[in-house]
C-alpha cells in the first residue's frame, strides 16, 4: 500500500490531455496507492494552466479517504498587505483541510523574499512544502546554497525537494546545466543531497518525476545506498499528471534492495507521519 505524494488532477500542460479525477482513482487502485496529493499550480511559471487550490479543496472533500489537500499562493500576490495576507489566506486554506504547501514552482529565486514571506507563514502554521528547483523556477546554486539557508531560517518548515535543480546535487560533480536537465553519468559520491539530508532535519524529498527516477538509477548501486540511509525523509511519488503518462517509480522502488524499515518508511510511513493521515 502506497501514499503518492505528488500527482495533478485537471490540466498541466496544453501538449497532453487533461487528467479526470476518474483517471486519477482507477489508476490508484490499479497500482495500489491508497492515497495521493494532488498539488495545485498556481504560477504563471508552473505550466500552461493554472491549477487552483479551490478545485483541489473541492476535490479532496469530495474524496476523503483517497486525496489529501495542499493548498499554494504566488507569493507575487497581495502585494498591498504581504506578509499579513498570505498568513490569512493559507490559515484560512488550513480551515478547509489544507495539511501542506505546494507545488512552490515561481520564476523567483529559491531565497527571494518574496518567496520567504511564504515560508515564513507555512513556519508558523507548521505546514510541510513541496518545492520544484530548476533554472527558471526556485533558482539556486548547483550546492544548494539558498535552499539551505532557508531550512536553516525556517525549521518548522519541512521542505519537500523535488526537480532536476535539487536532484542533480545527489553528485558532487553537479553543474548548473544539470540542473536544467537529467544528467545520467554515474554519482560522485559526496554530493549536496547526502550532506544535507544529514545537517538538517527538516529536510525532505518526493521521489516524483524523471528527475528523481534518473537521479536514483543513474548510478543504481549509489542510488539504492542512498535510499537506504536516507529514508526517514523520502517519499513515495510519480507526479503522473496526464493519463497516457509512463511512470518509472512502481518498478524502480520494486526493484530497489531495501530494508523493509526503509520500504514502509518511504512508501507511506513518512507521508503519514508528515500529513497526519
Ligand atoms: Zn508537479
Known amino acids: 500500500m502506497l501514499i503518492d505524494t505528488h500527482v495533478h488532477v485537471g490540466r498541466v500542460w496544453d501538449t497532453y490531455e487533461p487528467m479526470t479525477p476518474k483517471i486519477m482513482l482507477d489508476w490508484m487502485d490499479a497500482h ?27 476535490l479532496c472533500a469530495e474524496h476523503p479517504d483517497r486525496f489529501i489537500a495542499f493548498c499554494v499562493v504566488d507569493p507575487r500576490m497581495s502585494v498591498a498587505r504581504g506578509r499579513e495576507s498570505f498568513r490569512s489566506i493559507i490559515g484560512s486554506y488550513v480551515d478547509q483541510g489544507a495539511v501542506g504547501f505546494g507545488e512552490v514552482k515561481v520564476g523567483i529565486p529559491m531565497a527571494d523574499p518574496r518567496l520567504q514571506a511564504i515560508y515564513e507563514a507555512c513556519d508558523d502554521l507548521r505546514l510541510p512544502l513541496v518545492f520544484h528547483i530548476d533554472n527558471v523556477r526556485c533558482t539556486d546554486t548547483p ?29 558532487a560533480d553537479v553543474t548548473k546545466e544539470d540542473m536544467g536537465g537529467y544528467p545520467n553519468r554515474p ?18 524529498a518526493d521521489l516524483s518525476a524523471g528527475s528523481a527516477n534518473t537521479a536514483l538509477t543513474r548510478d543504481w548501486e549509489f542510488g539504492q545506498g542512498f535510499l537506504e540511509r536516507n529514508h526517514q525523509r523520502l517519499m513515495f511519488a510519480t507526479d503522473y499528471l496526464h493519463p497516457a503518462q509512463e511512470v518509472p517509480q512502481f518498478d524502480m522502488f520494486a526493484a530497489a534492495d531495501l530494508s523493509a524499515d526503509a520500504r514502509a518508511a518511504i512508501g507511506s510511513g513518512n507521508a503519514r507521519r508528515l500529513l497526519g493521515v
Open 32 to 58: 495500489e496507492i491508497d492515497m495521493a496529493v494532488p498539488l495545485p499550480l498556481e504560477s504563471p511559471e508552473s505550466a500552461s494552466y493554472y491549477i487552483p487550490t479551490g478545485d483541489m479543496l473541492a
Open 187 to 204: 554519482v560522485v559520491p559526496g554530493g549536496r543531497l547526502d550532506a544535507l539530508f544529514s545537517a538538517y532535519d527538516n529536510l525532505y
Open 143 to 171: 550546492t544548494l546554497d539558498g535552499l539551505e539557508a532557508m531550512l536553516r531560517a525556517y525549521p518548522n518548515v519541512k521542505f519537500i525537494g523535488h526537480a532536476p535543480g535539487f536532484w542533480s546535487a545527489i553528485s
